[in-house]
């Protein structure tokens, strides 16, 4: 079972990346995707999740209307398209899936992938 996030990298203010979220071992189609991020010396924090079956999704304030997670269950994988990033979004970014038909940033969490860094500079 693996989780693997992928897509991050350096962006100037402004400027868009897409993370990717490849799942092996499980079929993503019954779990729900939790996108979370984490800075150095601050508490890891919830940015979007995706109910498995209804697709209902959920962000956390600093990103509605910037940031749009998705889920391809045909290709077992699902993505967080991020754009008008700001220095504020530099953080490790994480994917992680949940055995539930909904979904929730505050939820534990079944599995979880490697971080992959984003990094917003001029």
């Known amino acids: 079972v693996q989780l693997q996030a992928s897509g991050g990298g350096l962006v100037q203010p402004g400027g868009s990346l897409r993370l990717s979220c490849a799942a092996s071992?499980?079929?993503?189609?019954?779990?729900?995707i939790t996108w979370f991020r984490q800075v150095p010396g601050k508490e890891r924090e919830g940015v979007s999740c995706?109910?498995?079956?209804?697709?209902?999704?959920e962000y956390a304030d600093p990103v509605k209307g910037r940031f749009t997670v998705s889920k391809d269950n045909h290709k077992n994988e699902a993505y967080l398209q991020m754009d008008s990033l700001a220095a504020d979004d530099t953080a490790v970014y994480y994917c992680a899936a949940r055995h539930s038909w909904d979904c929730s940033l505050f939820y534990d969490q079944d599995y979880w992938g490697q971080g992959t860094l984003v990094t917003v500079s001029s």
């Open positions: 995706i109910a498995s079956s209804t697709g209902d999704t």
């Open positions: 071992g499980f079929t993503l189609e019954y779990y729900a």
